[in-house]
Every structure is written in C-alpha cells, then in structure tokens.
C-alpha cells in the first residue's frame, strides 16, 4: 500500500470525527483499538512508510507521526468527558437529600407505675430512707401472725389470699411482712421504704385489682414519736402533690399498729369544698400508725427500748390521684396509647 499526504489527511478527518461523536466510554475504546490497533489505517500507513521513495519518506513519516500523536490526544481527552458526563449523570440519578426528614423513631416511654415508684424513693432517699425487698410469696407468719393478725381475725376477710397448692405459702397480701422481716435482720436505727406488687383476690373493678402495688415505710428508734409520723406524711404528700396541698389526719384501725391513722390531702381541683372527682374534698393516701409493741417484739426489737412508726400506701392509687387517672386496670393493660400520655 502506498501512503501520500492526501491518504494521511482523510484518517485525521474521519477520525476527529468519529471521536467527537463517540456516544461512550466504552463505544470510544472500541474507535481506540480500530483507529490505533494493528488492522487500522494509520498502523497500515506507518508500515508502508518503508515503500515511499527516499526523499518523501521522512516528510510522511513526520506527518504520520504528528497524527498519531493528535489522535492520541483527542482519545484522552474524550475519553475525560465522557467519563465527567458519566459521573453527573450518576449524581443526578443517585443523589441523597441530606434534609429528608425519615419517620421519627418512637422513643419508649417509662410506666407510670415506674414514675411513681421513681418519685417516692427520691422523696424518702431525701431524709434517708434505704429501700428494702422482700419475697412475693410469703408464710402466714410473716404475712399475718407477726403482723398481729390470727387465724380468726376479721382482717384476714379483708385480705381474701392467693394461696399456693401447699396451703401454707401465699402470695403476700400487703408489704407490711418486709416490716418483719427488715427488723429481724437489722437493729435500729430503721428507715426503710418497701415498694413492690401485692396480690388479693379483690373482685376487679375500676379502683381494685388482683395485683397491685404498695411501699410501705418503717422507721424504729429511741423516741419515735406521733408527731414524727405525721411531719413525716406531711413531707412526704406536699411532695408529691404540691406544697399547696393540706393534709388532713384521722382516726383508723390497723391491728399491727397503735394508734392507727389514716391521712388524706386535699383535692387538687376544689381545694377541699368537693368535688365530682374528690366526693368530699379529700383524697385518702395512706394508713399508718406506731408499730404495735408485739410488732416491734415479733421482729426482735424491744418496745421498751425502741418505738416506731409504720405506714403504707398504694403506689397505684398514688399514680391515680397524680396523673387523674379513673381506672387502675389502665396500669396492667397494655395500651400504647395510654402509656404515651405520660
Ligand atoms: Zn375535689
């Protein structure tokens, strides 16, 4: 094949062209192989630069050259914006926006019944209360009889039991053993509060359930005194309830304490007149007294060294009257929506 000038300048053309047009990366590196590989017409020109007479063969060949070194050029810089083109494109199709707002990832709430309880330790812990545990199923000892309560006692009736198949272990009906058995293992000075769920075979209703939850508090040491008690409550439901609220004594019965007292605060939507929530214009809160001396000699202490007061509450009744809630069974269903309010 012979190669002139004229031949030289149609590869350039047809080649910037092709170049210019090639629609892809990988359409341009198929023109790569053809304009440049071995069966290309510049490679066929360069080889047949050997036929040319002497005197044109240098001249041609610089002008092979040349073009070989444009085409080069024109690949590479084709080949970079295709390869830009390539990339945009991809960040218009792929993009992320940064400002998209997904749906929120609902946090989970504390129970009330954990609020509440969260609340009374704090408010004990602030005058030194510790918090005792003691077993949910109980014997009859620590559960009735050390508590002054005996087979025949009409408090027993009050108190209708869960008891295990053995006849004698019960689900505790009160927090109050924990008082027994925190006196058995400790000496005074006690200052104690005992949370946890209490079992009775109530009929369910909006203000009773078959399981619920109490604390109980204990304090045994020289001098106890009534009075001591009733700042105690006093500190305790201003607390709770607010600062505004008055706390109202009277008389009660418990047969492990003597005196006994029952304490209610104010209502805090009539302030006392009545209202339909409150009936009268009190709440009742807790019952309490001094510990019974046979109390105090059942736990191992010595009433004529030791005295001390008692008291107890229901920790959902409590979460009630906070949080105006009418029903106690909305604390043991399981209800989302209910939860969220708190
Ligand atoms: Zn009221």
């Known amino acids: 094949m012979s190669v002139n000038v004229g031949d030289l300048d149609a590869i350039g053309i047809d080649a910037r062209r092709r170049i210019a047009s090639a629609p892809d990366e990988a359409a341009l590196e198929q023109l790569r192989v053809e304009l440049l590989g071995k069966k290309g017409g510049l490679t066929a020109a360069l080889r047949g630069l050997g036929r040319l007479p002497a005197d044109q063969r240098a001249a041609a060949g610089a002008r092979a050259n040349s073009l070989k070194a444009e085409i080069e050029g024109l690949l590479a810089t084709r080949a970079q914006q295709l390869q830009e083109t390539r990339i945009g494109t991809l960040a218009d199709r792929e993009w992320v926006d940064v400002t998209f707002v997904p749906n929120p990832i609902r946090r989970g709430h504390l129970h009330p019944l954990t609020l509440i309880l969260r609340e009374v330790k704090a408010i004990f812990s602030r005058i030194g209360y510790d918090v005792a545990l003691g077993p949910q199923v109980e014997d009859e000892f620590h559960n009735f009889e050390a508590l002054n309560i005996p087979q025949d006692h009409p408090a027993r009736d009050t108190m209708d039991s869960f008891y295990l198949e053995d006849g004698k272990l019960l689900l505790r009906t009160h927090t109050s053993p924990v008082q027994i058995r925190y006196m058995q293992s400790h000496t005074p000075p006690i200052r104690i509060i005992a949370p946890g769920a209490v079992y009775r075979r109530d009929a369910t209703d909006p203000s009773h359930g078959s399981q619920f939850y109490q604390f109980e508090g204990l304090v045994v040491d020289h001098d106890i005194r009534l009075s001591d008690l009733k700042g105690t409550i006093e500190y305790f439901a201003r607390s709770l309830f607010g600062s505004d609220r008055r706390i109202r004594i009277s008389g009660d019965h418990f047969p492990f ?24 214009g009190w709440l009742e809160i807790l019952g309490a007294g001094m510990v019974h001396p046979q109390v105090l000699r059942n736990g191992g202490i010595d009433p004529q060294h030791f005295s001390g007061f008692a008291f107890g509450a229901g920790l959902d009744r409590l979460a009630m009257l906070k949080y105006n809630v009418n029903d106690l069974r909305m604390f043991l269903d399981k209800d989302v929506s209910f939860l969220r309010q708190f």
Request: net charge neutral.
């Open 257 to 280: 304490t003597e005196p006994s007292i029952g304490a209610s605060v104010s209502c805090g939507l009539c302030d006392g007149a009545g209202c339909r929530s409150c009936k009268a």
